[in-house]
Every structure is written in C-alpha cells, then in structure tokens.
Antibody, heavy 120, light 111 residues
Framework: EVQLLESGGGLVQPGGSLRLSCAAS????????MSWVRQAPGKGLEWVASVSGSGVSTYHADSVKGRVTTSRDNSKNTFYLEMSSLRAEDTAVYYC?????????????WGQGSLVTVSS | QPVLTQSSSASASLGSSVKLTCTLSSGHSSNIIAWHQQQPGKAPRYLMKVEGSGRFNKGSGIPDRFSASSSGADRHLTIFNLQSEDEADYYCETWDSDTWVFGGGTKLTVL
C-alpha cells in the first residue's frame, strides 16, 4: 500500500525558513516523480514543486521560485521541500504527492498534509 | 502554460447524476487531465485520468458510479447515483512544459 507521510510543518515567523519531509513507503521510491502541492485556508490546490525519480530534474512554480528547494534522498525514501523568506501568503497545508504511474506526471497518491503557518 | 477552468459550484439531488466540466485553454485541448476529489477536512484523493479521446482510467477503489468523457477541450466527470459522501470539492489537474496546473475546483453539493 502506498503511504506518504508529511512532517516538519508548524508556526514560523515571516522571513523564516522551514523544511518539510515526506516519508514514502509501499513502492519503489526511485521509480516515481514526487510533487508538493499546497492549499491555503479556504482556497484551492496550488502546485509548488516536483522532482524526477532520480532527483536530477526539479521544477518549481513561479510563485515560489528562488525561495524553495525540492530534493529527495532515494536511500531514505524521503522527499523534501525547503522554504525560505517565508511570507504570510505561504500559509497553507502542504501535501506530498506521487505520480500515478511511472512517467505519467499526474498525481495519483496523496499524503495527509502538513500545516505551515507563517505569522508573527 | 495551460489554464484549467471549472465552474465554482454545482448541485444535484441524492440518487441523481451530475456532470462536472474542466476546460483546457487554447493550445492544450489534447492534454490528459486527472480528476481529484477532496471531501471536507480531508486530503485530496485521485479519481481518474481522462484522455482527449475520452478514454479514462480510474484509481484503485473508485466506485463504478464515477465515469469520465471528453469533448474537444472539455473533460467531464460524471457521477451517477449520487451519495451523500460525494459532497466534496473536485479538482482537475494537468501538466505541460515542466509545469503542473490545477483548476480552481468545483464545490459539489448533494441535495
């Protein structure tokens, strides 16, 4: 069974930094691209970043480019999102997601989410 | 990059059927899209992918009541025999040129 478990969320001050982790299990982690998708309170889903199965290729939304780094450690079956210069508008639940079928790109599995609150 | 347009809300009666639509922007009418359901207070759940041909593949455990179709740039999600647990937000997703995009979501109310 595919399982994705996010951690690392919490309260952070404006201008601060945070690292989210996504622990994956139930599949061959290195075979699948992974994504971070966020949802601000009362709003829709917004893609944040993705990384290829090998970790060589990374992709970021324009709204966070320059402020986030996404990476993965295939030896630990873990996927990361590092955010800096955080703003109030970064407040959201951050979901980790896996592509459905290797090479399919669209997300087929979701974690339960980790809440990040940016506030003083 | 593509833009996905969804109606903000829809409603239908218990036991009836409803058709939700996701429209792809110009130049992206052949894109594959994915449908996701988000029940109140829960994480999103993948429902199915839909191709421009209308062919679709559902995720594991998705009931037969859920179906999909396509017409030009429109990708449809049809839910038959609506149940109370179908009341949720429904999002479509696509990707192009190293960018992933979500529609604004449709809030479905089951009357």
């Amino acid at each position: 069974e595919v399982q994705l478990l996010e951690s690392g969320g919490g309260l952070v001050q404006p201008g601060g930094s945070l690292r989210l982790s996504c622990a994956a299990s139930g599949f061959t982690f290195s075979n699948y691209a992974m994504s971070w998708v966020r949802q601000a309170p009362g709003k829709g889903l917004e893609w944040v970043a993705s990384v290829s199965g090998s970790g060589v290729s990374t992709y970021h939304a324009d709204s966070v480019k320059g402020r986030v780094t996404t990476s993965r450690d295939n030896s630990k079956n873990t996927f990361y999102l590092e955010m800096s210069s955080l703003r109030a508008e970064d407040t959201a639940v951050y979901y980790c997601a896996r592509e459905d079928v290797s090479g399919s790109f669209y997300n087929g599995f979701w974690g339960q989410g980790s809440l990040v609150t940016v506030s003083s | 990059q593509p833009v996905l347009t969804q109606s903000s809300s829809a409603s239908a009666s218990l036991g009836s059927s409803v058709k939700l639509t996701c429209t792809l922007s110009s130049g992206h009418s052949s894109n594959i899209i994915a449908w996701h359901q988000q029940q109140p207070g829960k994480a999103p759940r993948y429902l199915m992918k839909v191709e421009g041909s209308g062919r679709f593949n559902k995720g594991s455990g998705i009931p037969d009541r859920f179906s999909a179709s396509s017409s030009g740039a429109d990708r449809h999600l049809t839910i038959f025999n609506l149940q109370s647990e179908d009341e949720a937000d429904y999002y479509c997703e696509t990707w192009d040129s190293d960018t992933w995009v979500f529609g604004g979501g449709t809030k479905l109310t089951v009357l």
